[in-house]
């Protein structure tokens, strides 16, 4: 509608001189909406490499048992039948390897040079190579291997898996407080901050009321206001997050973690945390402009 | 119309305002509103407009009873009057021109009916020279003049004013009156409440006087004379 098309320049014009006619407020209000996001960033990025990790770990979700040397061929299938049987093993994907192929496997490893070159067969045991479906049930289904007879020695890295999996789940808990605590914060400097540019213009409020101005006609401009205020502090954000990640990793880098893991570059993640960041700011503007405003609108 | 039946008012702080008042104006009426300070003639104006709501009896304007109104349709019932205080009560921001067109974008007007209705309220009160001027470069008898023509703007069909000319000198408020007066015999009913005994005498109009929330006359004529 025509009508309205106009009315939207007329709301959008006056959020925004209500912005710089308290200007002060304006800005603390997106500083704290800026802190709010860049932690919440902080832990959900840190969430998410952890999580990322986590995948890749499970991609080599795999342990060796290695099998008593005493063992014929026989007895061998049938250990191998029974760790099939197992639950959380992923039975397709039990595979034997014989000391010859695990020898030829650490000598392309540690090229031709290395000790290992000039080891005789013997020094390499038979093994099974063992996948987990789940790896939460890593521990257990080890365990169940070790009891197996035969199984003479198990390496596995259930360690390392577990760790991520505390980090991950200690940073997505970490995160959820952080960010319903800083939402409420967050809605509170906005719901002030309009609630005080809705106070110096009481009186103005009031006539236009008297005039039969309807509540939208009233709100809309603060509603832009916050807007405005929960986009800024998403942009801002958005940059010091990007800054911030960038710095975190350089100093990961120098650490030497990357022999370790790999983390997402933040060029392949970037849409997503201004999307987020951009959703989350606007959400906190507008709901906190929504809730300091409806005081003045009993006119 | 204006229908107000057995109506009381008490404050949360007990006070109460007015007690059993009937009255009624008609469409294209002038009433005077008159009564000692403390009688309870801006509480009638705000049971009016809905700033209020009764503690018993009923309101009804222009067709909508207060008692039962949905909030939503509030505004759409203040569209139906233009009200006028005794502080002007104008945004000290906005030009004459900007006043009137601001409270016409609040009911949506298009700006092709801003640019016919502004120039011909304008003239109707005298200031079509000051239509860029700020409130504070006129006279209070101008920006009188900008609240009504900004209580007109809208087309409404009953002017209500709280004591419009008691800021003003006396050659202002006789000036004020006589634009109400006229404004009223073009056809839209005018309620004002005024001290003036002077003007309420001069001009003959229906007078309703209350005194301690109780209306004690209403009658054809004069201030001060017996009922
Ligand atoms: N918001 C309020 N809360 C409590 N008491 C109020 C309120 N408004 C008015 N009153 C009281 O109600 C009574 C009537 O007040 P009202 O403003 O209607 O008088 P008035 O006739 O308009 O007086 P004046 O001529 O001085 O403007 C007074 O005793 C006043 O103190
Ligand atoms: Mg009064």
Redesign the interface.
């Known amino acids: 509608m025509?009508?309205h098309g106009?009315?939207l320049f007329?709301f959008i014009r006056e959020g925004f001189a209500s912005i710089f006619s308290h200007g002060l407020m304006s800005f603390a209000a997106v500083c704290m909406i800026v802190a709010c996001l860049l932690i919440m960033g902080s832990f959900s990025l840190l969430a998410v490499n952890a999580d990322n990790l986590l995948s890749e770990a499970e991609d080599d979700n795999e342990f060796l048992v290695f099998i008593d040397e005493t063992f014929t061929d026989d007895q061998i299938n049938a250990l191998g039948a029974q760790i099939m049987a197992l639950p959380n093993v992923d039975a397709a994907n039990v595979r034997f390897i014989p000391k010859e192929d695990a020898k030829a496997t650490y000598i392309e490893r540690y090229g031709d040079e290395s000790m290992y070159a000039s080891l005789p067969d013997e020094v390499f045991r038979d093994r099974i190579s063992i996948h987990v479906l789940d790896l939460s049930k890593f521990k257990e289904t080890v365990d169940a291997v070790k009891a197996l007879e035969g199984a003479a020695n198990v390496r596995d890295q259930s360690e390392l898996a577990m760790s991520f999996v505390a980090v991950r789940n200690g940073a997505t808990a970490l995160a959820t407080v952080l960010v319903g605590l800083l939402v409420c914060v967050s809605l509170f400097i906005i719901a002030n901050t309009i609630r005080l540019a809705a106070f110096t213009r009481k009186?103005?409020i009031a006539?236009?009321?008297?005039?039969?101005?309807?509540?939208g006609?009233v709100r809309w401009p603060f509603l832009i206001e916050g807007l405005v205020l929960g986009l800024t502090g998403a942009i801002v954000a958005f940059f010091l997050q990007w800054g911030v990640y960038i710095l975190v990793l350089q100093g990961l880098e120098e650490s030497g973690v990357f022999s370790i893991f790999v983390p997402i570059p933040f060029l392949e993640i970037w849409k997503m945390v201004l999307a987020v960041f951009c959703g989350a700011g606007a959400l906190i503007g507008m709901v906190g402009s929504g809730l300091a405003i409806g005081k003045f609108l009993q006119? | 119309m204006i229908r107000l039946i057995d109506v009381y008012k008490e404050y949360d702080n007990g006070t109460k305002a007015l007690n059993a008042i009937d009255m009624r104006i008609d469409d294209g009426e002038f009433a005077f509103l008159v009564g000692p300070s403390g009688s309870g003639k801006s509480t009638i104006i705000k049971l009016i407009t809905a700033e209020e709501s009764p503690t018993a009896g009923q309101v009804v304007v222009n067709g909508f009873n207060l008692n039962n109104i949905r909030h939503w349709q509030i505004p759409y019932m203040r569209r139906t009057l233009g009200v006028i205080f005794q502080d002007f009560r104008l945004n000290k921001k906005k030009t004459v021109w900007g006043n009137l067109e601001f409270t016409m974008r609040i009911i949506g007007a298009s700006r092709k009916e801003m640019r016919q209705r502004i120039p011909y309220v304008l003239d109707l009160v005298g200031l079509t020279d000051k239509s860029d001027a700020l409130p504070d470069e006129i006279s209070g008898g101008e920006q009188q003049r900008v609240a009504i023509a900004r209580a007109l703007i809208n087309n409404p069909q009953m002017i209500i004013a709280d004591e419009p000319t008691g800021n003003l000198d006396p050659t202002f408020s006789l000036e004020i009156m006589t634009l109400l007066e006229r404004i009223n015999a073009m056809g839209t009913t005018m309620l004002v409440v005024t001290h003036e005994k002077d003007l309420v005498n001069r001009f003959g109009k229906r007078v309703i006087a209350i005194k301690d929330g109780e209306l004690i006359r209403d009658a054809q004529g004069g201030y001060g004379r017996p009922v």
């Open positions: 025509k009508k106009f009315n007329y009186e103005e006539i236009m009321k008297m005039c039969g101005a309807t509540d006609f006119v």
